[in-house]
């Protein structure tokens, strides 16, 4: 009898954390009470849920900023992502049969995964918009710029802030 041993390896990689920030306009009412109930779930359990970017890229150990406040007064509120989340933990209130908006994509968001986000972490808490942007470069002239969707930071040496931790992922399995 000829018998062969397999042996499973995997690979685990540290990355450094990825930032994300996503505009959370006032003219929107759908969007801002789905941020007021994520806050206030924030506030009663150190924890809140929101829905990953239309890739479901954002991971456990990156950080996502939501800009929030009128045009030239923006703060960004900055967590951190605790745990990842299935599509069947959306909460009902959320959209799922459509895009966000008409101009940001075609198809549903009912497949983006969730995510657990957390205030618990080493950043600023928040950051005023208008200096983020100055340090970042991010808009150039724009004064009123702000990102479509969830953006992630391509250069994060340009953040005003250094993200240090990096994360485990995992990489492969080897036979």
């Given at each position: 009898?000829?018998?062969?041993t397999?042996?499973?390896?995997?690979?685990?990689?540290?990355?450094?954390?990825?930032?994300?920030?996503?505009?959370?306009s006032?003219?929107?009412?759908?969007?801002?009470?789905?941020?007021?109930?994520?806050?206030?779930?924030?506030?009663?359990?150190?924890?809140?849920?929101?829905?990953?970017?239309s890739?479901?890229?954002?991971?456990?150990?990156?950080?996502?900023?939501?800009?929030?406040?009128?045009?030239?007064?923006?703060?960004?509120?900055?967590?951190?992502?605790?745990?990842?989340?299935?599509?069947?933990?959306?909460?009902?209130?959320?959209?799922?049969?459509?895009?966000?908006?008409?101009?940001?994509?075609?198809?549903?968001?009912?497949?983006?995964?969730?995510?657990?986000?957390?205030?618990?972490?080493?950043?600023?808490?928040?950051?005023?918009?208008?200096?983020?942007?100055?340090?970042?470069?991010?808009?150039?002239?724009?004064?009123?710029?702000?990102?479509?969707?969830?953006?992630?930071m391509?250069?994060?040496?340009?953040?005003?802030?250094?993200?240090?931790?990096?994360?485990?992922?995992?990489?492969?399995?080897?036979?």
């Open positions: 009898m000829n018998c062969k397999l042996s499973l390896s995997t690979t685990i990689q540290k990355k450094m954390p990825e930032y994300y920030h996503v505009r959370i006032p003219k929107r009412v759908d969007v801002m009470t789905d941020f007021n109930i994520f806050f206030t779930e924030l506030l009663t359990t150190r924890q809140g849920r929101w829905d990953k970017d890739k479901n890229r954002i991971v456990v150990g990156d950080y996502l900023g939501f800009i929030t406040g009128p045009v030239s007064e923006e703060v960004v509120y900055i967590f951190k992502v605790e745990r990842e989340g299935t599509v069947e933990e959306r909460p009902s209130h959320w959209a799922s049969a459509t895009p966000y908006t008409s101009n940001n994509g075609q198809t549903s968001v009912a497949d983006r995964q969730v995510i657990i986000l957390t205030n618990k972490h080493s950043l600023p808490k928040t950051f005023e918009w208008r200096k983020f942007r100055s340090i970042t470069g991010l808009g150039g002239d724009c004064a009123a710029w702000a990102p479509r969707g969830t953006q992630r391509v250069n994060k040496k340009t953040l005003p802030f250094q993200i240090e931790e990096p994360v485990e992922e995992k990489e492969s399995i080897r036979v």
